[in-house]
């Protein structure tokens, strides 16, 4: 009856192993991902969505191969990289990490590796872009002999808008250029608009 009482339990424990085993895979296989943008000078804060109690150490990487913070939960220790510590804050109930004053250097992708004794694992992966805040777009009115007639002018960094109004109906336009920059001239309860925009910021 020892024997197989013991044999009994080391299969017991070998069946709670593989589902340990299993949950850590199930896991690996759910970690989420998502895509950031901010400007210059912003704050972001990178979220895990899920429970980390199962975990004891935490490591954010940035591109592949840049530990920008270490946490180990059983010493409450956080380790910082030298060129993140004055610009990172670490919430160590939920493991999220902000970054501060961010940079365009800052851009490229973020992820929180866990580890226990059994498994490491990627629990959430962040592709951060960080753009130049567009500047205030500039409108040029001419006017025409004809006053109900006039051309505008709407001008942001390298794109340009021309349109045509006659009797306060004008022509409305937009133009794309690569990264999504966008300018567009329009007219609403008879104010014209020029606005410039990226996926970050807008002006006009």
């Not at 910082?80 to 501060?100: A, G, I, M, Q, W």
């Not at 002999?145 to 937009?174: A, F, M, Q, V, W």
Request: glycine share 4%; charged share 20%; net charge negative.
């Amino acid at each position: 009856m020892y024997v197989l009482r013991v044999f009994n339990n080391l299969i017991l424990q070998d069946l709670l192993d593989l589902l340990d085993n299993f949950m850590l895979f199930i896991s690996f296989l759910s970690a989420g991902s998502s895509d950031v943008i901010r400007v210059v000078g912003d704050s972001v804060q990178l979220e895990i969505n899920g429970s980390v109690s199962e975990f004891d150490d935490f490591t954010w990487i940035f591109s592949g191969t840049v530990n920008v913070l270490k946490y180990s939960k059983r010493y409450k220790d956080v380790t910082h990289s030298p060129s993140y510590k004055d610009r990172v804050e670490f919430n160590e109930e939920t493991c999220s990490l902000t970054l501060k004053n961010l940079q365009k250097n800052d851009s490229g992708l973020y992820k929180i590796e866990a580890s226990n004794a059994l498994q490491t694992t990627t629990l959430y992966t962040y592709r951060l872009s960080v753009l130049d805040p567009v500047e205030p777009p500039v409108l040029t009115v001419y006017n025409s002999t004809d006053p109900c007639n006039i051309t505008l002018t709407c001008r942001g960094h390298d794109l340009s808008i021309n349109s045509t109004c006659y009797n306060e109906t004008c022509e409305e336009k937009e133009v794309t250029s690569s990264g999504g920059v966008i300018l567009s001239l329009s007219v609403r309860d008879g104010v014209i608009i020029c606005n410039y925009s990226n996926p970050a910021s807008w002006k006009n």
